[in-house]
């Protein structure tokens, strides 16, 4: 079995011939596990290299780490790859072709019509810095219909993807943030009928994987060529219909979106 690592980190020296790839937990540590490995294990075998799989417990614990380099290699949110090369200059490399799609769903009882439907409601995200999932949302309903989700609702925040799922239909919250591709990934039958889409927001690049600039630059092209002739019954796993290249630059458009305004 894959090794899985959460949150221990011994002295670099020791796992000298390791590279750690960084998935950010939009889902919990043992359903991500259960793809992941997967992934790891052909990426190991393909490149003769030792990639090993990590996650966190939540996407802020996942951004710590990130933001202070303890990842060879991650797989993380565009927003993130914004902080991460800023703070640790980590250089993005491959993207999923599909561009991300932010959603906001609801529950049976709510709905959204007009902005009066969402005023006083409770609004369940993932993170703060989820970028599609809650400051896509966040963004344009504050550009489109100048409403402001943080002062004229009240917002939790509850770790992962698949928890806004179940918290909206469980109606914890009367409106959630989430991705099309972890919605279609939710499978809870009870929880999903009882949930449906009201809206969904712009396409950005997707999901990055980025590399920290001490990792050897041949190392990371054999990922890169293993990633892009990845089979297609490890890339369903991931909900990933094809890879493309990409870079830093792809990613300006995100710095051009004042998300916090």
Request: proline share 5%; charged share 25%; hydrophobic share 40%.
């Amino acid at each position: 079995m894959r090794k899985i690592l959460f949150g221990l980190f011994l002295p670099l020296f020791l796992f000298s011939n390791e590279i750690i790839l960084g998935v950010v937990p939009q889902q919990s540590p043992l359903k991500l596990s259960k793809k992941w490995l997967q992934i790891t294990k052909y990426l190991s075998e393909e490149t003769g290299l030792d990639i090993v799989f990590k996650t966190e417990k939540s996407i802020p614990i996942f951004e710590e780490k990130l933001y202070s380099g303890k990842y060879d290699i991650a797989y993380m949110n565009p927003y993130h790859f914004i902080v991460a090369f800023n703070t640790q200059k980590y250089e993005a490399f491959i993207r999923a072709k599909k561009n991300i799609v932010g959603i906001l769903l609801s529950n049976e009882k709510n709905k959204f019509d007009t902005i009066e439907d969402l005023k006083g409601k409770t609004f369940l995200f993932p993170a703060p810095n989820a970028f599609a999932a809650t400051l896509l949302p966040k963004y344009e309903l504050k550009k489109k219909y100048n409403f402001n989700i943080d002062a004229e609702a009240k917002v939790l925040y509850v770790n992962s993807h698949d928890s806004v799922y179940k918290g909206v239909s469980r109606e914890i919250g009367d409106f959630g943030g989430g991705i099309i591709r972890t919605y279609n990934n939710f499978i809870d039958k009870n929880d999903k009928e009882k949930l449906r889409i009201v809206y969904k927001t712009n396409a950005y690049p997707s999901h990055p994987f980025a590399y920290h600039p001490r990792v050897d630059i041949n190392d990371i092209e054999k990922i890169k060529s293993a990633l892009l002739k990845m089979p297609e019954d490890l890339k369903k796993l991931l909900s990933i219909y094809d890879f493309q290249l990409t870079n830093t630059q792809e990613y300006d458009v995100i710095k051009e979106i004042s998300i916090k305004d």
